[in-house]
Antibody, heavy 123, light 109 residues
Framework: EVQLVESGGGLVQPGRSLRLSCAVS????????MHWVRQTPGKGLEWVSG????????VYADSVKGRFAISRDNAKNSLYLQMNSLRGEDTALYYC????????????????WGQGTLVTVSS | QSVLTQPPSASGTPGQRVTISCSGS????????VNWYQQLPGTAPKILIY???QRPSGVPDRFSGSKSGTSASLAISGLQSEDEADYYC??????????FGGGTKLTVL
């Protein structure tokens, strides 16, 4: 069974940092591009970042470029999101999502999602 | 406001056919494939349609997608109460950003 489990969320002050993790199981992790998508409570979805299977291609939303860094460790079956200089508008539920096998990173097709980890940025 | 425009709400009665539109531009829908997601209350999104009109296995054929120019549509026929959810279109934009529509809340009356 495909599983994606996010962790690392919590309450953090503006300007501080947080690192999210996504542990996966049930599939060959290094066959798939992975993404982070966030959702503000009660509002819509926002794509955050994506990374190819071998980390050669990385893309970011303009809203997080220069502050967030996506990475992966294929040996540990894990995806990460390092979030720096956090702002109130970064408050959201953060999902990790899998793109289907063979799909390039620049595609918004996500066939599996985790349940999300909540990040709250507030003083 | 989102780069992709969806109506904020839609409704229908059981058995009816409902369509949800998604309007974009030449840099997103006009040049890349469209995906549709369903989000039931309190759950993660689930893919309904990919590559404009393809259904993943397990998605009922009541759900269908289409694309024309810079717009796309999701159609749900034989509406059921369990279809009450939020629906999002999603597409890659050539500005190197992924974009979602603002979402449409579907109510089954």
């Amino acid at each position: 069974e495909v599983q994606l489990v996010e962790s690392g969320g919590g309450l953090v002050q503006p300007g501080r940092s947080l690192r999210l993790s996504c542990a996966v199981s049930g599939f060959t992790f290094d066959d798939y591009a992975m993404h982070w998508v966030r959702q503000t409570p009660g509002k819509g979805l926002e794509w955050v970042s994506g990374i190819s299977w071998n980390s050669a291609r990385i893309v970011y939303a303009d809203s997080v470029k220069g502050r967030f860094a996506i990475s992966r460790d294929n040996a540990k079956n894990s995806l990460y999101l390092q979030m720096n200089s956090l702002r109130g508008e970064d408050t959201a539920l953060y999902y990790c999502a899998r793109a289907p096998a063979g799909i390039a990173v620049a595609v918004m097709t996500f066939d599996s999602w985790g349940q999300g980890t909540l990040v709250t940025v507030s003083s | 406001q989102s780069v992709l425009t969806q109506p904020p709400s839609a409704s229908g009665t059981p058995g009816q056919r409902v369509t949800i539109s998604c309007s974009g531009s030449s840099s997103n829908i006009g040049s890349n494939t469209v995906n549709w997601y369903q989000q039931l209350p309190g759950t993660a999104p689930k893919i309904l349609i990919y590559s404009n009109n393809q259904r993943p296995s397990g998605v009922p054929d009541r759900f269908s997608g289409s694309k024309s120019g810079t717009s796309a549509s999701l159609a749900i026929s034989g509406l059921q109460s369990e279809d009450e959810a939020d629906y999002y279109c999603a597409v890659w934009d050539d500005s190197l950003n992924g974009v979602f529509g603002g979402g449409t809340k579907l109510t089954v009356l």
